[in-house]
């Protein structure tokens, strides 16, 4: 195998196939099966999977390139793998198909919820499963434990890959005055949709974050922000746990200080008054001088025993108050913590990537954050008659000191071809020409970038498509996106429920608030939705 441009490889067979059957009803039987990876350096978190159904192969990419890559069967005909872009959903590591059988599909990455997934199966060097994308045993396994919920999965009629790229259209991360960014976060910065119909046309924005520049106070972006969000709450949860058991311990110092001068003085009377007893009934003047020696010594301890109650009956007061302090300082720091941990949530939600959507088809721009819909508005797109291609723009990496972003982009257009229509071994050698004309096209209004350039970060990614979201996408999904030229046997097939994708298509216009009867744009103009 020729060397990579940048990479050894290294090729390792090994029995990588399931002995189990797969949701396709394929003989029990384990082959060996080819799986390639880098080994001049350690692999990163995996960004995206790349499926070729062509070439019926899935390679596995983090921020510097390709780690890995590994046979596969995809579906059969009549119940093809649809050419699209999705993400993982879902993770499994002990599934069993709910459409086929209850067959075994090990290590389970579902992208779709209609049943699509990666998983461990049987291979047999060509498309035979219903509409998974089977992969060897132990690379599934392998694959399973490195990815994360919201892993970009790309499948391709061809073996495209990813190929770094700079436009002045690819968001850059915004540095906000940090008081300012923190507001933002706690506040969710974003009004309500009925405050925001309510205000008035022109209305200047709660928040002033366009004159950072022009303030002493330290620049950050809204992930660093966060960040040190989530280490203040964790603080938080340290000082009023500390708080907590400090009331505690000064309430129960002041309740057993007085309960041990008192219990002190009841056996100094116990004694007291048994010495006594001893005293009368002493006769002999040996006994009588003893049994005096024992008052004596008893009376000592009655008189050190009431001194120490006096003591405690003084302190007891000063304890209580220091309890009570304590207790009140618990209850704010207690107050502090809840609040802190939800700023918490709210920051590692904002930490997690950003996906924006557009597309040609319905001239409009879409936003999902943490699998949820939170910001549309209308775009311009010039030449909007034309094609424009389906193009996945990722962000790799922070540059320039955080306040640049890495890119590369994917492009998938159903109409490229290998050359000669053959299947190639290497991925196709991608042009970096389509997807800057495409971003050429795009013209998005400054506030909305504005807005994602507030949280974009590692991970997050831009679509731009010829096509519309298809109904897939719904509750806790990323976009999925579906090449409308390609086969689609395998979500054509799972429609005989209309139950289940009614279910998908209410959640969707549920989800941008709006009924299946009434689809028209969202709220007029610009709408968004507290992020």
């Known amino acids: 195998m020729p060397l990579c441009v940048r990479h050894a490889i290294i ?49 596995i990419y983090d921020a510097d390139g390709w780690i890995l890559r590994a046979p596969v069967s995809s579906g059969q005909t009549g119940y093809e793998t649809p050419a699209g872009v999705y993400s993982v959903i879902q993770k499994e590591e002990e599934h069993h198909s709910n459409l086929y059988d209850d067959a075994s599909m090990p290590f389970m990455q579902r992208i779709t919820w209609s049943g699509i997934a990666l998983h461990a199966g049987p291979l047999p060097g060509y498309p035979a499963s219903h509409g998974c994308v089977r992969m060897p045993y132990e690379f599934a396994q392998r694959l399973f434990d490195m990815t994360k919920i919201g892993m970009r999965v790309i499948v391709a009629r061809n073996d495209v890959r990813p190929i770094e790229i700079d436009h002045p259209v690819l968001f850059k991360p915004k540095l906000l005055r940090a008081d300012l960014a923190l507001d933002l976060l706690t506040a969710h910065w974003d009004t309500t949709r009925a405050e925001k119909q309510a205000e008035p046309p022109g209305a200047a924005p709660k928040a002033d974050v366009s004159s950072v520049a022009n303030s002493a106070a330290p620049l950050m972006t809204l992930k660093s922000i966060a960040a040190a969000t989530m280490v203040q709450a964790n603080a938080a949860v340290r000082k009023a746990d500390a708080t907590r058991l400090t009331a505690a311990k000064l309430t129960l110092d002041a309740a057993r200080l007085v309960q041990a001068a008192e219990a002190a003085k009841y056996r100094a009377k116990a004694q007291l008054t048994a010495a006594e007893s001893a005293l009368e009934a002493a006769s002999a003047p040996v006994m009588i001088q003893s049994a005096e020696d024992v008052k ?158 507030e949280v974009i970060s590692p991970g997050s990614s831009l679509i731009i498509s010829d096509e519309g979201m298809s109904t897939e996408t719904g509750e806790d999904t990323d976009f999925v996106i ?50």
């Open 11 to 59: 090729v390792l067979a090994a029995m990588l196939a399931t002995g189990l059957a797969g949701p396709a009803g394929a003989t029990r039987h384990r082959e060996a099966q080819p799986v390639e990876t880098v080994a001049a350096r350690p692999a990163g978190a995996p960004l995206m999977a790349i499926v070729s159904l062509s070439n019926q192969r899935v390679t």
């Open 482 to 531: 579906l090449m409308s030229g390609e086969p689609q046997g395998a979500i054509k097939m799972r429609r005989h429920d209309p139950n289940l994708y009614g279910r998908y298509d209410r959640q969707f216009d549920r989800s941008y608030g709006r009924s299946p009867a009434y689809a028209p744009s969202f709220y007029g103009g610009n709408a968004f939705i507290p992020w």
């Open 296 to 453: 004596a010594k008893a009376l000592a301890r009655l008189a050190d025993a009431e001194a120490q109650l006096a003591i405690a009956n003084g302190e007891a007061p000063l304890k209580a108050d220091a309890a009570a302090r304590a207790r009140d300082e618990a209850r704010v720091a207690e107050a502090e913590k809840v609040s802190a941990v939800e700023a918490s949530r709210e920051a590692a939600r904002m930490m997690s990537p950003v996906s924006i959507f557009i597309s040609r088809k319905t001239q409009r721009l879409y936003v999902r954050h943490a699998f949820q819909p939170v910001l549309e508005s209308p775009i311009t797109i010039h030449d909007a008659d034309d094609p424009i291609g389906t193009h996945i723009y990722t962000v790799l990496d922070y540059a320039n000191g955080g306040v640049d972003l890495r890119w590369s982009a994917v492009s998938m257009d159903s109409r490229q071809l290998s050359p000669g229509g053959r299947h190639t071994a290497e991925p196709m050698s991608p042009d970096v020409g389509p997807a800057r004309a495409a971003l050429d096209r795009i013209e998005i209004p400054q506030d909305i970038i504005d807005r994602i350039s």
